[in-house]
């Protein structure tokens, strides 16, 4: 079945303390993985997509990469507007529908 | 270039009524999805509409339908709501069906009493 697990569920910073949220995923065939950004009570926001492992892509303070098992997003130096829910989500080669399969999701506290 | 827009924002509903929510696609894109998120849980699909044809359904029971229609807009229906049914519902909209990226709404939340 497919899969996917994030950790931790929630996650205090510092300003300027940088961190690496995990995503572990079991999929029959990865066609992509994604990582959004959730603000309470709003639609998630696309950040990024990776394909294949070793792939790496960065957005101002975020940087996403990943392996055959895993995806982590660092965030470095982070900023109080950063707080918010960032969702991990898989998308099998096998599955006609390209359905999104979610995590739960890591609750990110970024205090001044 | 617009993005995804819900209607409504915001329902309330009673046990065992019907509702229908409604989403327009970003410009450009042709297949539309949908999903469940519980609190604090991550979205669950429901099911996805490319070209006007259902392309795919996630576990969740016949109660839940939709449309997709000829401008890619698309509705979702749910009959005999029941308490569970309590959610922020998500539309997202994407190029095409296969592997692109799923752009999402602000979301429907609805709450069932």
């Known amino acids: 079945e497919d899969q996917v697990t994030q950790s931790p569920e929630a996650l205090r910073l510092q300003e300027g303390e940088s961190s690496s949220l995990n995503c572990s995923y079991t999929v029959s065939g990865l066609r992509g993985l994604f990582w959004y950004r959730q603000d309470p009570g709003k639609g998630p926001e696309f950040l990024f997509t990776?394909?294949?492992a070793g792939e790496e892509k960065e957005k101002e303070r975020l940087k996403a990469t990943l392996t055959k098992k895993e995806s982590f997003l660092h965030i470095t130096a982070p900023k109080p507007e950063d707080s918010a829910t960032y969702l991990c989500?898989?998308?099998?080669?096998?599955?006609?529908?390209?359905?999104?399969?979610f995590g739960s999701g890591t609750r990110l506290l970024v205090r001044p | 270039e617009t993005g995804v827009t819900q209607s409504p924002t915001h329902l309330i509903k009673t046990r065992g009524q019907q509702v229908t929510l409604r989403c327009s696609s970003q410009s450009g894109h042709n297949t539309v999805s949908w999903y469940q998120q519980a609190l604090g849980q991550g979205p669950q699909f429901i099911f996805q509409y490319y070209r006007e044809e259902e392309n795919g359904r996630g576990n969740f029971p016949p109660r839940f339908s939709g449309l997709q229609f000829p401008n890619y807009s698309s509705e979702l229906n749910v009959n005999a709501l029941e308490l569970d049914d309590s959610a922020l519902y998500l539309c997202?909209?994407?190029?095409?069906?296969?592997?692109?990226?799923?752009?999402f709404g602000q979301g429907t939340r609805l709450t069932v009493v």
């Open positions: 997202a909209s994407s190029y095409t069906s296969t592997g692109s990226e799923a752009f």
């Open positions: 989500a898989v998308q099998s080669l096998e599955d006609s529908s390209y359905k999104l399969i």
């Open positions: 990776l394909y294949s």
